[in-house]
């Protein structure tokens, strides 16, 4: 009980977006129990993950120890094959000694190569004063913008969708503001499993009569709670919208008055649309007509309506087309810049926002400053004082390509940085990402745990979990939060940030960040000057009263906007951008030879590569093994029953796995998460890429099944 002990420290959640607040229980230097704080986002409430699934941090797996492969150790992806001792591949080193290894090789590299052989990934799971400083350094010390992170992997295509539609990537209006709507639009999104907290204010809303749509391939818990559930086709978001957007023109339920304001290429949506009528669209979809209309009506003329999404939106290689149409129909409604309106897309990992924000993308400086303006570039250039590369960087999966590419190309990646995350499971098409990461000259990973990742490194560097530094991170609603130390890191791991400057030393950067909590403050703000015109009233010392403050925040005074674009779009002509889309089928369509669809994702209880949550008890004795949910009829037709084992194939890569009978899963489609390093999904999906976001298409691919 919380009687017994020794102190509490107040944080903020390390698994999703939401940003629930939390206080730490500590007893005898170990975290004993999580309570829910009252924050802005949760009021007091956890899901089981926030609650019950902090002892990773006690795991007796931690890293403890600086590691160096041993020499003669083969650098090879088979090695990921039911690996889990890894003494015989690295000794144990002195910092000093792993430290000298890990930036120079990279340094030496650069000397040998040039400015663009090197790269980085940061991580949405550290803070933003890592993600920060991880970006400088890649900027400023490696010499290119080879810095990206799993956001490319989650909302890549919705963010450029938005920067180019409404100007600004975060969400318009916060999650607690479906408080004031009638109607809540929930796209692509199993927010139970993936938002949880989240979910509960739907669920409120609901019971208090707004009415939820809830549009997805697959009925999901949040199903039985919606007023209309749109169970489409896989990869028929396009047609669906288009319909809806049709409808409301056609029936005269667009806001002309909004429109003529507030909006720019309406015409040219208007001319698009003309061959998306819901009675055409119905059989692509699989959403009859008449239901398209019902719920376009109810959209257009309703009180105040709110969209929200997840990556069953933004994972297609038309994710940022799908966003269009998602910012197409708020605008064509008036549904943005009021309370209980506009455009949320709901973030996964706890600080995906922050590190987005602070820099940690190849295309942009912090604050979303694009690399290639000439303003911007001369700002960084004096800001940082050293010249910086003009051209943005490679994205994630464009990286592991150029590691593969021929010796002659001059932008062959040969070595990398690789700060909390974890590739070798994370991307698409894992025998060419595993096979690119094996064949770097030089890898260095810095981790918690030994991930898959990391047992492709040269050096490994242990680092430090959440509740062992300070740090700031921002949620989904573009809330600033500050997290606080309590407890040291096991043995010898270290802060990242600590780790970061020391491998800018080595990389010949002379990094001091001293002061308050370990000099991070002094990191928090450098990167509040960097990000100029959104978080300048957020002072580290107001987040220390405060605890979490909205942005934009521009002055001491300035209370935050949790509602953005009530006057104008951060567009450059203050209007909202309406973009037209069709329909672009997905990468891989199933055939004769791959007939069933994938569709991958996450489960309550495990959190992305399961690099965490598969080491916390409780959640790992709740889901402990890796399952796939298929149709109680496909099962039938297959000749299997649940807990039966069965063998997914596509033409890149195979798993067996479990049967779990689910009939909220759409016949001829298979959905399997990604948590499961001994049945991991990515070994099947496909790498093809939206153009736009550079987002793989992990929702859909075409797989075939077979018995055992
Ligand atoms: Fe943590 Fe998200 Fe659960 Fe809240 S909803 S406790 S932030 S995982």
């Not at 019902?294 to 709110?306: G, L």
């Not at 909590?517 to 960097?530: F, I, K, L, P, S």
């Amino acid at each position: 009980g919380s009687q017994t002990v020794d102190r509490k420290v107040d944080s903020v959640c390390p698994f999703c977006g939401v940003g629930c607040q939390i206080t730490y229980n500590v007893k005898d230097e170990k975290i004993v129990s999580v309570e829910g704080r009252d924050g802005p986002a949760n009021h007091n409430r956890l899901c089981v993950k926030g609650r019950f699934g902090m002892d990773y941090i006690h795991n007796p797996q931690r890293l403890t120890k600086p590691l160096i492969r041993k020499p003669g150790v083969p650098k090879d992806e088979s090695i990921l094959e039911g690996k889990q001792d890894w003494s015989d591949i690295f000794r144990e080193a002195t910092w000093e000694e792993a430290l000298n290894f890990a930036g120079g090789g990279l340094k030496k590299l650069k000397d040998q190569h040039g400015l663009k052989v090197l790269a980085g990934f940061g991580s949405a799971k550290g803070s933003n004063e890592e993600a920060y400083l991880f970006q400088k350094l890649v900027r400023t010390g490696f010499g290119s913008n080879n810095v990206d992170h799993c956001t490319r992997l989650c909302h890549a295509s919705s963010v450029a969708a938005l920067l180019e539609g409404v100007g600004s990537g975060a969400v318009s209006n916060q999650v607690n503001d479906v408080e004031h709507s009638s109607l809540i639009f929930l796209i692509g999104s199993n927010p139970t499993a993936n938002h949880p907290v989240a979910a509960t204010w739907f669920k409120n809303a609901a019971k208090r009569g707004t009415k939820i749509v809830l549009c997805d391939p697959r009925m999901t818990e949040i199903s039985k709670h919606a007023w209309r559930n749109l169970q489409f086709k896989p990869d028929a978001d396009v047609a669906m919208l288009n319909a809806m957007i049709y409808t409301i023109i056609e029936e005269g339920l667009a806001d002309q008055e909004f429109i003529k304001n507030r909006a720019s290429n309406y015409e040219a949506l208007k001319e698009n649309i003309k061959g998306y009528s819901p009675e055409a669209m119905a059989p692509i979809c699989g959403i009859p007509a008449e239901t398209l209309r019902e719920v376009a009506r109810e959209f257009a003329t309703t009180k105040s309506a709110m969209i929200l999404w997840g990556m069953g939106v933004s994972q297609h290689v038309h994710g940022t087309d799908n966003a269009r149409c998602l910012i197409a129909l708020v605008s064509i409604t008036g549904q943005i810049g009021k309370p209980g309106s506009g455009l949320h897309p709901l973030r996964g990992q706890n600080n995906v926002q922050g590190a987005s924000d602070a820099g940690l993308i190849p295309m942009m400086f912090p604050n979303y400053q694009r690399v290639d303006n000439p303003e911007a570039h001369a700002w960084f250039e004096k800001f940082w004082g050293t010249p910086l590369d003009k051209k943005p960087g490679y994205t994630v999966v464009e990286i592991m390509h150029k590691i593969t590419a021929p010796d002659s190309d001059p932008d062959k990646i040969r070595g990398m940085y690789v700060e909390g995350e974890n590739p070798a499971m994370s991307d698409p098409d894992l025998n060419h990402a595993r096979h690119a990461l094996a064949s770097l000259e030089h890898l260095v990973v810095q981790d918690i745990f030994m991930t898959e990742t990391a047992l492709l490194a040269d050096v490994v560097l242990p680092a430090s979990a959440w509740p062992e530094k300070v740090g700031t991170a921002s949620n989904t609603d573009r809330m600033v939060q500050m997290g606080k130390k309590a407890i040291n890191p096991p043995g010898d791991a270290k802060p990242d940030l600590w780790i970061i400057q020391e491998i800018a030393k080595r990389m010949g950067l002379n990094w001091n960040y001293q002061g308050p909590d370990d000099g991070v403050a002094a990191v928090y703000d450098e990167m509040r000057q960097a990000m100029h015109g959104a978080i300048n009233g957020i002072t580290w010392e107001r987040l220390e009263k405060e605890s979490s403050v909205t942005y934009p925040c521009l002055s001491a005074e300035d209370p935050g906007r949790p509602i953005v674009f009530d006057d104008e779009f951060a567009t450059p002509d203050g209007k909202v951008k309406l973009v037209p889309a069709d329909i672009i089928p997905a990468n891989e369509r199933p055939d004769t030879e791959y007939p069933f669809v994938l569709i991958t994702g996450r489960q309550l209880e495990h959190w992305h590569t399961g690099s965490m949550t598969r080491r916390a008890t409780i959640l790992d004795a709740i889901e402990p093994m890796a399952t796939v949910s298929m149709n109680g009829e496909d099962m039938t037709q297959l000749g299997v029953t649940a807990g039966d084992v069965i063998t997914v194939q596509s033409r890149r890569g195979e798993v067996g796995i479990h049967v779990r009978r689910d009939d909220g899963t759409p016949r001829g489609v298979i959905f399997i998460p990604f948590a499961y390093y001994e049945a991991a999904a990515n070994l099947i999906t496909n790498s093809a890429l939206d153009p736009f976001g550079k987002i793989p298409e992990f929702k859909y691919c075409a797989v075939k099944l077979a018995k055992g």
